[in-house]
């Protein structure tokens, strides 16, 4: 086995070797029995955890071979450890895993496929075939490897150690996984994921306190050996990742994961909160904005520690609830550069960033006093504002009135804190049919360019009935 000592070389096939040799009854991944999490959790220690990668790159070794060019095996869920399994399996037997969505259309799966030369599908055993499969196999030539179950895969005290030799310096460029873009502007991109990456989330605990970091600490002060993290997250993000496996190993962490194929809601989170004794969770905003409604839960998680949302932007109304309870950090990072840099402001600046000097970040003015990034342009004389309501639209006159009034007002207020005044007026507004809902993305974010493909009509219908001037709410039918 080869060692490695210094925060930042470390690989993590190497430190999972490692954590099982030394501290092999450590429980790494607590997995919930049921939504109803006071039955229990299955419970996996660093050496049953070590053994079963073993067992899977011996397993994959014996179907394909070991290979020399880092060849693609494309896999999609359920949220379960294969996912790690799989990861670290591949790179023991020379592959690199390419986590898909389920939720890619046929042309955004098929142009991932070809831009990854990738012929190896990995199924799970127990699991219907994914739709999004069976379609790509219609016109690429795909070969599907059944991966046991997590079960068979965890039987595995008398396997051989599968040897993992490369160090740091040879291993620094290769890749770690395969993940992608959402594809809200288009076709998702591959984005390759590579072993120096995912040494960036151990470096960070070399940042030292420096001049210029406001005495910030770095968001991984909350990472402590033992402390109990749980994120709904789906395994496919760069964020789950970080979390149920990096910091796992990295940090000493230990994993609770929901129970598979139960979709979180606010009964699961509710449950947690009672019983699963959770320290540090990382969320997306959703959860956040959901929670902040729901005050018969938000004083179940006054003994977490710290709420991490990362993912998109959070309601500052219901992040402010919420960090009365329990501290909510913003957090915010890339798939292509993770987390690193991310300093804890003060509780009160919940939706502020702090980054520390060494992470190299550069913002630029815009104007004097102003540093921010403006999206705009939709190729019309003025633009307009596309509403997706989260309940029926009224179908009472005065209540839809009361409707509009309310959107209006939010569109002045952000009209007030934005750098360009007046671009969108507050009459210019397009309510979505219910029965064709925004196309959303894993992290439940908006296909901008699937979303507006799918109301192409109807925006041109708006700006025909207009001509050169502002208008009003209308309905997408």
Known sequence: M??????GTRLIPHVVDEVSATEPNRIV??????????????EISARNFANAVNKTAWWLQGLIGRSDKFETIAYIKPHDIRYFLITLACIKAGYKV???????????????INATSCRLWVHPQGQPRDPLLEELRQEHDM?????????ELLDADTVAHYSYTKNYDEAAAEPFCVLHSSGSTGLPKTITITHGLVATVDAVQLLPPTEGDHGFAPWTTYLEKGARMYSPNVLLHASAIIMNLLSTFFYGTHSIMGPVDVTPDMNLFES????????VWLVLPQY??????????LPKLRSSIVMAVAGGP????????VNKFVRVFNLTGTTEGFLTGNLLVDQDDLLHFAFHPYSGFDFREVEPGVYEHWVVGTGQ?????????NDPEPSDDAVLEQLVAAVQKQIQKADALSLYKGYLHNDCIIFADRERPFVRTDKLTIKRQATLNLYQQDIEKFYISRGDEAGWAVRAR
Do not use: C, W
């Not at 390419?98 to 991932?112: C, D, H, V």
């Open 98 to 112: 390419l986590f898909l969505s389920p939720n890619n259309s046929k042309e955004g799966a098929a142009a991932i």
């Open 2 to 7: 080869t060692r490695t000592t210094y925060n």
């Open 143 to 151: 070969h599907v490897l059944e991966m046991p179950e997590v079960e």
């Open 314 to 321: 959070v309601s500052p109304e219901s992040a402010a609830e």
């Open 272 to 279: 947690l909160a009672d019983h699963g004794e959770i320290d």
């Open 288 to 297: 956040v904005n959901e929670l902040g409604q729901a005050p018969e839960i």
């Open 381 to 389: 004389k003025f633009p307009a504002l596309l509403v997706e309501l």
């Open 29 to 42: 991944y607590s997995v919930a029995l049921s939504a109803d999490i006071s039955k229990g959790f299955y």
